[in-house]
């Protein structure tokens, strides 16, 4: 496949998601709804309160927790290269502060 069209179909995908809900895996198993998005973020190490901080950008879709792992610092610099909606982002910019860039 060559290079561009693998993007495209990447970001379609993901537009579709984003747009109308959904799962990332390849089951067809239909619309992921915001309690299940929950439970795979809690699953994989997101707390309660940072769910909570956030919840427009929960989609469920990630595979692990790298703020719970970094050692953010207010004043830190961190570039988030994931491809989801920004929650780890968004996180970030909290722990870094107005110092610091996310």
Not at 83 to 88: E, F, L, N, P, V
Request: hydrophobic share 30%; glycine share 14%; aromatic share 2%.
């Amino acid at each position: 496949m060559k290079e561009e069209k693998i993007k495209k179909s990447v970001k379609e995908a993901y537009s579709k998601i984003a747009v109308k809900g959904g799962s990332c895996c390849s089951c067809g198993c239909g619309k992921v709804d915001s309690s299940i998005a929950q439970k795979i973020s809690k699953s994989i190490g997101y707390s309660d309160k940072e769910l909570s901080n956030v919840p427009e950008a929960n989609l469920g879709l990630g595979c692990g927790n790298p703020i719970a792992l970094g050692k953010i610092n207010e004043g830190d610099v961190v570039l988030d290269l994931g491809s989801g909606a920004g929650i780890d982002c968004f996180l970030a910019s909290k722990k870094v502060g107005k110092s610091g860039r996310s």
